[in-house]
């Protein structure tokens, strides 16, 4: 368990540090895959509890004092991004490969979404325009073309693969 | 009781957790100090290795243009020189009105006020003592604009400080660690910065938005508002010193109705290129 919390520790602070500045050093334009969201999504897929949920809830908490702005839009929006992938993986097999894929898209979307919502609701910004949105779609797909990488780099530093799980079912 | 809280346990925490998320953005907008706290937090975690690598980045672009890209480098030279001539130039004549422009305000007696002594004294602008800092890092967030510093507290660095390029704005400092600080960029959504335009002196405010533009609040009908105008700050919100550059209209509205008019601006300052900005640590001295 310490483990598994020293590891996604580690995870979102080089998520940040990656989303904040390596991907902006190649690519000048605002957009970045959201890296905090992988993780959540890979909470999701694997740890399909309420300390998942609260897991998810830390991670976004923290993106949230990343921005230092409002507390509260992306860790609801990783909750709900976290609860949808839960329920989307109990129907489909969706731990590898293009499942993996559009369940990050799916839990993308829900994430801003629901932060979009917020900032509505609260502060009143019009978030309907057509460049922005583009901008939102792009971030979705970048954010589904890492998550296969994420997670496996993720199974790896937790001591953990799919073959192993399977060898344990099979057993 | 305890099955159905067994069973539905991990959507009764997901609903809890989304009412916490609510209260919070609520308690957050009251009191813009909470999020601040937690982002100094993070701030101080990711600043050695956000140091590290715009170090590292900076020696690499440094060994590539000293050894590498050193095409047309005399055509460049004479250019940069000839253009170093003309801002002397224009520097000259400036510092030339600057001069004129206090004089005349002594003999107008444009601002008074009273020193020690009890006599009238006039008061002129204090020059603006400026910090230089490097830009290490951007909110990767398509719903944030901000940017970190290499400088913090331990720089004299504190919260509210206005950040320029040049003379044009560029963002108010947030939240500030010990040796980093976060910016809030303009064009941010959520910064608002009280502004004139140069030419009618309509007053107003200037707002960002979700794209990378500004646009210009409250701006009466009546004002003559022209493509081009440029808009400065007001020094009115004792932020930001009044005559700095925020940007250039771009479109100007005026509907049928209504009391305003509707104003897009661009940003003066390079926000996509930022390298290298100054902090302006006595912009409230620097009032006029």
Known sequence: MLKSVIVFFLAFLIGLFVQATLVHSFESAWVAPDFILILVVYLGLHHKSP???????????????AEARFVGPNAAGAVLAFCLTVEISNRIYA????????VTVVASATKLVAYALMLMLYTKTNVFSGPFAWTVVKEIVLTALFAPLVMKLLGWGRGRSISRVSDAYRR | MSEFLRRHSLLITSVVLVALCCQLMSTSIKNPSFPRLGGRFVLALLAPAQKFHHEALSSVNHAWDRYVALQNIEVERDELVERVKNLEAENSRLTEYRSENDRLRVLLDYRTSTNSTGLNATVVSAPRQELSASVIGQEASNWARTVTLDRGSKDGLREGLPVVDGNAVVGQIIAVSASSSKVLLLIDNTSAIDAIVQTSRAQGTVEGMLEEKLRLLYVLREYEINVGDRV????????????TLIGVVTRVEKGKSGLFQDIELEPSADLRRLENVFVVLNAAAGRG
């Open chain 2, 232 to 243: 400065i700050a007001s020094g009115l919100d004792g932020i930001f010193p009044k005559g």
């Open chain 1, 95 to 102: 731990e590898k490969g293009p499942a993996t894929v559009l």
């Open chain 1, 51 to 65: 300390a998942g949920a609260v897991g998810a809830f830390v991670l976004g908490l923290g993106a949230d004092f």
